[in-house]
């Protein structure tokens, strides 16, 4: 064979032993490049997001690969975020900042049922007084969606109460500036002045001297209830006195937010209770008010299925007269009346049967007080719905419970209130029920008035 034969073979064995030098070296660049990116992927503190360093990686690959001859191939993206919530770097972390932007991304319904949310639960309990502080006004230029922003701030605060109070409660005033009271409230000013009474106390007296609690356009800031409440409960068994002084001080149309910051009446503090509320406003107001405490509120609401029994034992426990009895369980009934009466204007059904089911509630707690309490649900019932097709349902249900053995009591409130012009029943019909009086005094008197 001639020698010129063999050239070609020789020069493809050549072209194919370049090629695969030339593969290899490709191979080998994007296997460094692959444990490189592993190495940053694997380490929190090199990671930053890795968004900078994947892009030197690429670059430094695509250079490599040119150099040996191959054309540089779309850069794949990485199956897993590194900055995914439930990563395993979650469960260690002590980023705030990372913890808090990893999970901005969550639906505003999931936020708080992933790993990082756990996470930051956990952490705001780990971290100190400064550390959190820190991180809560650090908060305030991190891009957040609001529900997660106001919850998650609502948290730190929480912790802040402990560690921070003047901190904690400043920013509760700075987030309820403006009237309405956010996401978290006010806090816990009473566990703070009765940890650290002075401390409390001069930070209150120091906001009151600052003008803090004047904003307002009546300079009666709603803010103002939440603290004063906390003094009043402080002092309301040890100096009776100065808790009545407190209470007069607080301006009329505020003292009736005064039950929703009572979250928890001791036993020993029920009586004392009372009886500063019998001193400081009118028995109606005080009794509505003593309704919207937590102990009342959970135990005087018929439709929750409430123990008639412990009922009975927190009336005894707060030692309240039996006409403060009748004015608490009007107050209950009434309450479920004008709630039916807002279904019935919305085309709803006046529901015969829940009107005798409250009614045999009231009965079980204090029989001696549910003709009252019915008479002024069912005049609660008129006044709300302002309906005239109201009126048969308001005159049968109060004759059928006078048949079954109420007393004149249930049917007083109703004429009354149709002789002075409070509710809208007619006042033939109220003649014909006053007409059902067996009491002969009471029967002309209530005459004598729709006249």
Known sequence: MKVIHCVPPVVALVIAAAWLTSLRAERSAVGQDNALLRERLASPGKSSF????????????????????????????????????????????????????????????GYRYTAAWKRLETLASELNGEELTRAYMDMAALPVHAPFRNELESLMLGELEKKNPGFAFSQYLERNKDGGVVLGGYGSFDKWLARDPDAATNWYESQVAAG????????????????????????????????????????????????????????????????????????????????K??????????????????????????????????????????????????????????????????????QAVDPSSADQATGVALQAFVKKSNDPESHDFVEKTALDYLEAGAGDQLLVPLIEG????????????????????????LRNELLQKLN
Do not use: C
């Open 50 to 109: 890795s968004r900078e360093n994947r892009s030197d990686a690429g670059s430094k690959s695509d250079r490599t690969r040119v150099a040996a001859g191959a054309r540089p191939k779309r850069e794949t993206k990485a199956t897993a975020n590194v900055d995914n919530p439930s990563g395993d770097w979650v469960a260690t972390s002590r980023d705030w900042t990372r913890l808090v932007l990893s999970n901005n991304d969550e639906p505003a319904t």
């Open 212 to 291: 803090t609690f004047d904003k307002a356009l009546d300079g009666n800031s709603p803010a103002r209830v939440p603290f004063e409440s906390a003094f009043i409960m402080s002092l309301i068994d040890s100096d009776s006195s100065a808790s009545e002084q407190i209470m007069n001080n607080l301006p009329p149309g505020l003292r009736g937010r005064f039950a929703d910051y009572v979250d928890v009446v001791p036993k020993e503090k029920r009586q004392p209770l009372v009886d500063l509320l019998r001193k400081t406003m009118p028995a109606a107001e005080y009794m509505a008010l003593l309704r």
């Open 293 to 362: 405490t937590s102990v009342f509120e959970y135990h005087f609401r018929s439709e929750y299925d409430s123990d008639p029994e412990k009922a009975k034992g927190i009336l005894e426990s707060f030692a309240v007269t039996p006409e403060e009895r009748t004015a608490l369980l009007a107050d209950q009934f009434s309450e479920f009346a004008e709630y039916r009466a807002m279904r019935v204007n919305g085309g709803g059904d006046p529901r015969r049967d829940e009107f005798d089911a409250n009614r045999e509630w009231v």
């Open 418 to 441: 149709s002789a002075n012009g409070s509710n809208t029943f007619p006042k033939d019909r109220a003649r014909g029920l006053a007409a059902k009086i067996s009491d002969a005094a």
